[in-house]
């Protein structure tokens, strides 16, 4: 595998684990969740490796788009 095709598996595997935790965290279903996620500001950070959060832990990505993001609540 190049790096490119590493970079991809491991952000899909973010977006998964940021999803399943925000349902966890906030009581709601996954489908919320992912709406919630995937229309962020985070999201969008995320997908184009902005300063590098995207190597942040989920749980502390999770929490900044809690934090930042309240409207999507």
């Known amino acids: 595998m190049d790096d490119d095709v590493l970079e991809r598996v491991y952000q899909e595997n973010l977006e998964e684990r940021i999803i399943a935790y925000l349902a966890e965290q906030k009581d709601i279903s996954l489908e ?6 995937y229309n962020s500001r985070l999201a969008d950070k995320i997908q184009r490796g902005v300063e590098g959060i995207q190597y942040l832990d989920y749980k502390v990505l999770v929490q900044i788009l ?5 409207h999507l609540f």
Do not use: G
């Open 32 to 37: 919320k969740a992912m709406d919630i996620y």
């Open 66 to 70: 809690c934090d930042t993001e309240t």
